[in-house]
């Protein structure tokens, strides 16, 4: 059975940090890129951050600068370090494994979590 389990977000100030935690199991991990992406109340999905299976790393323009994604294999956990944190990135937070051979922008996941709520407040 596979499983994404995001954890770490809860409500910060302006200017504030979170760390953002996602614990998967059932696919191999190693060979998967992830990504993080977010929904904020009345929108659609936007993608955050992505991390391939060479360590190489991509950020939407917005979260450029403030947003860190990385990865642990050993433990099977991908991360996503957040500063600078806005109201705007007020949003629920989700880990989703990349469709093998596409890119974040693309927008095709295998699986994704049940989402972390992240509030931002001003």
């Known amino acids: 059975e596979v499983q994404l389990v995001e954890s770490g977000g809860g409500l910060v100030e302006s200017g504030g940090s979170l760390r953002l935690s996602c614990a998967t199991s059932?696919?191999?991990?190693?060979?998967?890129?992830m990504c993080w992406v977010r929904q904020a109340p009345g929108k659609g999905l936007e993608w955050v951050a992505a991390?391939?299976?060479?360590?190489?790393?991509q950020n939407a323009e917005s979260t450029e600068g403030r947003f860190i994604i990385s990865r642990d294999n050993d433990k099977n956990t991908v991360y996503l370090q957040m500063n600078s944190l806005k109201p705007e990135d007020t949003a629920v937070y989700y880990c989703?494994?990349?469709?093998?051979?596409?890119?974040?922008?693309?927008?095709?996941?295998?699986?994704r979590g049940q989402g972390t709520q992240v509030t931002v407040s001003s």
């Open positions: 991390i391939y299976v060479d360590g190489e790393v």
């Open positions: 989703a494994k990349l469709r093998r051979g596409t890119v974040v922008a693309e927008g095709l996941h295998d699986y």
């Open positions: 059932g696919f191999y991990f190693r060979g998967a890129a």
